[in-house]
């Protein structure tokens, strides 16, 4: 297997739910480079180094792993759910782009793995099964006033939504104000997922609808899926709610 730099998706946590590929790529690696907690998910290896820093230091962690790499070294930099979704393989190009010239020539591999949304639409059935989107609610690389923009337009337009970063203790407020923003677009019967820590011991899925949802049950750790009008839930005779989107939905 070669590669420089190998940008592997973690999955969601369950040790099955990581990807053949992405374990191959991690037991070969002479260094793993990650926010701690994705570091923490990888077995400790002899004569692997680990290089594992704080939240919120993206760029940083990128420029370091390329800078091991153009020494020689076969760095796998991780990231949880898919690399490529508000995840780590960005902040690798955007260092690559704007730093060392000799990052360019690096064998770089993306390794994907099940992002968030994939993972809890599984655990509820087919919410995803029309048009949806994805969006970070969270402000720190864009304007509020921009993710209200794009959450708008896409209620507007029927997708159905998966919302990432919903909440976290610097920005407890946002996903109220989401919600808030979207009942004067969707109907309060609009099912609403929230889904915590999925595949993981302390997994936590919770389904209700626009007018009753609880904005404060949800954390970094939560994706939130929010359905269309054509939306649909079925209740089994045990209680345990499947949610759908129609393929043919026009809403």
Known sequence: MRFDVAIVGLGPGADDLLAPRAAAVLACATDVVGYNA??????????????????REELLRARHALTLASEGRRVAIVSSGDAGVFAMASAVFEAMEHGNPVWRSLDVEIVPGISAMFAAA???????????????LSDNLKPWETVLARLRAAAEAGFVIALYNPSSRARPWQLAAAFEMLRTILPQST??????????????????TLADVDPSRADMRTVVLIGTAATRRITRPDGKVWLYSPRGSAA
């Not at 599984?122 to 970070?136: E, K, T, V």
């Not at 915590?196 to 389904?207: M, T, Y």
Request: aromatic share 4%; charged share 25%; hydrophobic share 40%.
């Open 191 to 208: 099912e609403i997922a929230m889904a915590r820590c999925v595949s993981a011991p302390d997994e936590r899925i919770e389904i209700g």
């Open 38 to 55: 994705y570091v923490a998910r990888v077995p400790a290896r002899a004569g692997q180094h680990r290089h594992a820093t704080d939240n």
């Open 122 to 136: 599984a655990r509820i059935g087919a919410p995803l099964g029309h048009d949806f989107c994805a969006i970070s």
